[in-house]
């Protein structure tokens, strides 16, 4: 069998762990993984490709980026392992041996990582420059559980409870199993984006003129945001009208998403915690949270660096008395240095172990 000819079926076949076939864009992204190695493979049948095919193509020049020079190893090496295993129909494998012996990339540092989250000023200019339809999507995706695009253009008239002030995520779109076709209401991204997300006070208002001016109140499965010409909005057309008013807020550097990280950040330097920006977000992993979902914001990280050191320096001077010489306040002061040098570094190693973990 020739190897273009194997992952052809393997990826016609695929499926998610839970046997589910895939859809819309993780069909789109398996297919994107699959033409950056093929090129280099094609030609073979799959029992000729050796390490030394493999590492051809490895060491070789990869212009789509390291990200996806990152996927497509994943995809590579799972398509060797399919190989070696059984069929479904009781076949033998088709390999003895997976010939991807090469370590996996690791996750390239992403620029928006450093992206700061949007300011409230900010916020108002684009709302107020969207769509009159869709204005109400910023302030969801910013205060209400940072919604992403796809989890927006799903929601429905019967998700929101403004009663007991409670929204519903239930659903995201797709453009069904081929990935072609209209958006459709499909299944959330994953299990854990299914979820209930507390209605600020300050938006029930807003969302309540928002439903009584768009949507159809007498059908709970009408669309809450109501696209213009077809049945249901489609990602792409949120992610264009979001592009065009951005550079007027000043901030040519968003999209649409990050609206979802900067409700993470804002939500814990109000005081929240890790696992209750993990609840709103929808997200089973701590890593994912951290990494890409919480921005350091200078202007915060100065408050908070003052603050401890004005406590820090009136509480160790505090505990002199008359008879404390300077140098029993200089021990005090740099042993609880110390101790909170410990604690950082204490920190920062849990934080590697986890990224090992993952």
Not at 75 to 83: D, Q
Request: hydrophobic fraction near 40%; aromatic fraction near 6%.
């Amino acid at each position: 069998m020739m190897f273009k000819e194997y992952v052809e079926q393997w990826a016609a076949e695929y499926t998610l762990p839970n046997g589910e076939r895939i859809a819309g864009g993780t069909r789109r992204n398996l297919y994107l993984d699959i033409a950056h190695f093929m090129p280099a493979f094609e030609g073979l049948r799959l029992t000729e490709i050796k390490p030394r095919h493999i590492r051809s193509w490895y060491d070789g020049p990869h212009p789509e980026g390291q990200w996806s020079f990152r996927r497509a190893c994943m995809r590579l090496k799972a398509v060797f392992r399919s190989a070696t295993t059984m069929s479904m129909d009781g076949s033998p494998p088709l390999l003895k041996d997976n010939p991807f012996i090469f370590p996996i990339p690791p996750e390239p540092d992403s620029a928006r990582e450093d992206i700061p989250p949007v300011t409230p000023k900010q916020l108002r200019v684009l709302a107020e420059n969207m769509p009159d339809y869709t204005r109400l999507t910023v302030f969801l995706s910013t205060l209400a559980g940072g919604l992403r695009c796809g989890e927006l253009c799903g929601l429905q008239v019967g998700d929101i409870d403004l009663d007991n002030k409670v929204l519903r995520v239930r659903r995201s779109i797709n453009r069904g199993h081929l990935d072609r076709g209209e958006a459709r209401f499909a299944k959330t991204k994953t299990r854990r984006s299914v979820r209930d997300l507390p209605v600020p006070d300050a938006l029930v208002d807003m969302i309540r003129e928002h439903l009584h001016t768009f949507c159809d109140l007498d059908d709970p499965t009408s669309p809450v945001f109501v696209p213009r010409r077809v049945k249901v909005m489609s990602q792409t057309t949120l992610e264009a009208q979001f592009a065009r008013v951005r550079k007027k807020a000043g901030r040519s550097d968003l999209m649409l998403h990050d609206l979802r990280a900067s409700h993470a950040t804002l939500l814990m330097l109000k005081g929240g915690t890790l696992r209750e920006v993990m609840n709103q977000l929808g997200h089973a992993s701590e890593k994912v949270a951290i990494k890409h979902y919480q921005r350091v914001v200078a202007e915060h990280q100065r408050q908070i660096v003052n603050l401890l050191a004005d406590e820090f320096l009136q509480e160790a001077y505090a505990e002199g008395t008359p008879t404390d010489s300077l140098e029993d306040i200089v021990n005090i002061t740099e042993q609880r240095v110390r101790e909170l040098t410990r604690m950082i570094a204490d920190f920062k190693q849990a934080i590697d172990e986890l990224n090992l973990a993952s």
